[in-house]
């Protein structure tokens, strides 16, 4: 079974499902489609989905693909799932920018995610054999510095608006 899901930003995302269904998958799939009118066909499509209840949809998955939301990367990485990850773009108004992107290819680089940025490459590797992600899931005083710097920067100009100084 493949499990898709867009996140629960309001914004549809359109692309990836389209992509799901360009695909032409002959396998179980269920998808979770937020705001979305587009439904891949033959996926089994639901709006929102319980956080409990998504954890499950994870484990019985062969395949997990999700946009590049750090709660969704981090549920299929804490139940050993190697995410294809379909990142929301700021070039088609999916999102404010390009955070999801940018987080995606340093997971891809630490080998932790695999990274489709087109409908080709997304068809190609949900098609591939998936394997499983043995991964201790901890802060890593780097990447919580570096996020933090991230933040910082891009609320720089939003007055009232901060990130607390403490992790």
Do not use: W
């Not at 033959?42 to 590049?68: K, M, N, P, T």
């Not at 920018?97 to 987080?103: A, E, G, N, S, T």
């Not at 190609?124 to 991230?150: N, Y």
């Amino acid at each position: 079974m493949i499990f898709a899901m867009v996140g629960t930003n309001e914004t549809p995302f359109d692309r990836l499902l389209l992509a799901l269904d360009a695909a032409a998958i002959d396998e179980e799939m269920i998808v979770q489609c937020g705001s979305s009118s587009v439904q891949p066909q033959g996926a089994r499509c639901i709006e929102s989905i319980r956080y409990e209840d998504l954890g499950e949809f994870v484990r019985q998955a062969r395949a997990v693909v999700s946009h590049g939301g750090v709660g969704a990367i981090l549920t299929a990485l804490a139940n050993h799932k190697h995410p294809i990850i379909f990142p929301r773009l700021h070039r088609f108004a999916e999102a404010v920018d390009d955070h999801q992107l940018v987080f995606a290819r340093r997971l891809e680089e630490a080998g932790l995610i695999t990274l489709a940025e087109n409908a080709e490459h997304l068809a190609r590797t949900i098609r591939a054999p998936s394997t499983a992600v043995s991964l201790k899931l901890e802060a890593d005083p780097r990447l919580v510095a570096e996020l933090r710097e991230f933040v910082k920067e891009s609320l720089a100009g939003h007055p009232g608006r901060s990130v607390p100084s403490t992790a």
